[in-house]
């Protein structure tokens, strides 16, 4: 039985993990309003980070509202992805996408990055 939970193993929680993606990542998958970047991990699960500046989401309301569907989406796509630290930034306008588009394309943005991550650990 798979079990649906986001538990801080699953997460990215110090700057040193974050920079470690940010650094050169290998996979990217990219829209008008999330950039994802991925990177290879030392674990058999994914863990992922979320950045939404105010510079992107001028209100609390709305950062939290961004990054509360991204990990919602991830945590009911987990155990499709393979082993990579994964980092999603919001851009401009992200605001501007309603629940429902956001998460349609969260969901888009995880089929895309799966098929990216295992080519890339075929090559």
């Not at 980070?49 to 309301?61: D, E, P």
Request: proline share 6%.
């Amino acid at each position: 039985m798979k079990h649906y939970a986001y538990p801080r193993e699953l997460r990215l929680l110090t700057p040193a993990h974050f920079q470690n993606v940010f650094d050169h990542p290998p996979v990217k998958a990219v829209s008008q309003h999330l950039t994802v970047l991925a990177k290879p991990n030392a674990f058999d699960h994914p863990r992922l980070g979320v950045t939404v500046s105010k510079k992107n989401a001028k209100l609390a309301v709305e950062r939290n509202r961004i990054k509360r569907i991204i990990r919602e989406t991830y945590r009911l796509q987990q155990h499709k992805l393979v082993g990579f630290d994964i980092i999603i930034i919001a851009k401009p306008g992200v605001t501007q996408l309603d629940n429902a588009a956001l998460q349609n394309l969260c969901d888009y943005l995880w089929r895309k990055l799966n098929k990216r991550c295992k080519q890339f650990l075929s090559a």
